[in-house]
């Protein structure tokens, strides 16, 4: 059984920053890929960002583009999204999520995804 775990949200001023964490347990963590998923009230997941198994591949939403920043350690089982220069419409909800078949790249179906975490609250103030 896979296990994500995020951490590193919080409230934050516009133009600041936040890492997020998101840790892996129960998976051969390299061959899978990772992606980052947000939601807002009443709104469906939005795809922000997403890497491949092996860390060669990379892909974002075009409004984190240049502000975010995805990587991982294979040898912690953990996925960072560095998150800079934030804005008030990136607050919500954000979740790491985990899968092995995807139908194109970047993979932005959060149907695709077979394991999620359980969230973690990014609120930027104004």
């Known amino acids: 059984q896979v296990q994500l775990v995020e951490s590193g949200g919080g409230l934050v001023q516009a133009g600041g920053s936040l890492r997020l964490s998101c840790a892996a347990a129960?998976?051969?963590?390299?061959?899978?890929?990772m992606g980052w998923f947000r939601q807002t009230s009443g709104k469906e997941r939005e795809f922000v960002a997403a890497?491949?198994?092996?860390?060669?591949?990379?892909g974002y939403e075009d409004s984190v583009k240049g502000r975010f920043t995805l990587s991982r350690d294979v040898a912690k089982n953990t996925v960072y999204l560095q998150m800079n220069s934030l804005k008030p419409e990136d607050t919500a909800v954000y979740y790491c999520?985990?899968?092995?078949?995807?139908?194109?790249?970047?993979?932005?179906?959060?149907?695709?995804?077979?394991?999620w975490g359980q969230g973690t609250q990014v609120t930027v103030s104004s």
């Open positions: 890497v491949s198994g092996s860390g060669g591949w990379t």
């Open positions: 999520a985990t899968g092995t078949s995807f139908s194109a790249w970047p993979p932005i179906r959060s149907s695709e995804y077979d394991y």
């Open positions: 129960g998976t051969t963590f390299s061959r899978y890929t």
